[in-house]
């Protein structure tokens, strides 16, 4: 399921949806508050330019709402109707989930957005092979 090529292994491991090798971020850790959305211009590997057009990613506000809905809703079931907890401490660890996640849920949504409109192509040219 999580195999090299597929769009789902581009999105979660932050890797460029064309070549699935270069990393997209400059850190890894995306809970580094000066670096949590600062990209590379360019995919290492096969030269990619990430921000296809000026403005590219503010499309992935979008994709951002759907993302936060999903972990609400999973924090909601998790707290709600695993454990047992009343409707207030629900909507305190939805708070606490969207708060916490943040970083991740904005790296996720840019990656989403971005494989809309760039596929994976087994046959690109590498730059250290051209």
């Known amino acids: 399921m999580l195999k090299k090529g597929?769009?789902?292994?581009?999105?979660?491991?932050?890797?460029?949806p064309k070549c699935n090798e270069g990393k997209m971020y400059r850190s890894k850790?995306?809970?580094?508050?000066?670096?949590?959305?600062?990209m590379h211009e360019n995919c290492?590997?096969?030269?990619?330019?990430?921000?296809?057009e000026p403005s590219f990613f503010y499309g992935a506000m979008y994709v951002s709402y759907g993302v936060g809905i999903a972990?609400?809703?999973?924090?909601?079931?998790?707290t709600y109707l695993f454990?047992?907890?009343?409707?207030d401490t629900s909507f305190f660890v939805i708070i606490g989930t969207l708060v916490v996640f943040m970083p991740?849920?904005?790296?996720?949504?840019?990656?989403?957005?971005?494989?809309f409109f760039v596929h994976y192509?087994?046959?690109v040219i590498k730059k250290n092979e051209a």
């Open 6 to 16: 597929s769009k789902l292994y581009s999105i979660l491991t932050g890797t460029c």
């Open 29 to 38: 850790n995306a809970y580094n508050p000066t670096e949590t959305l600062k």
């Open 44 to 52: 290492s590997t096969c030269g990619l330019k990430y921000q296809i």
């Open 71 to 78: 972990f609400a809703v999973a924090a909601f079931v998790i």
């Open 83 to 87: 454990i047992g907890a009343d409707l």
């Open 104 to 115: 991740i849920i904005m790296r996720i949504s840019r990656n989403i957005w971005i494989n």
């Open 121 to 123: 192509s087994p046959t």
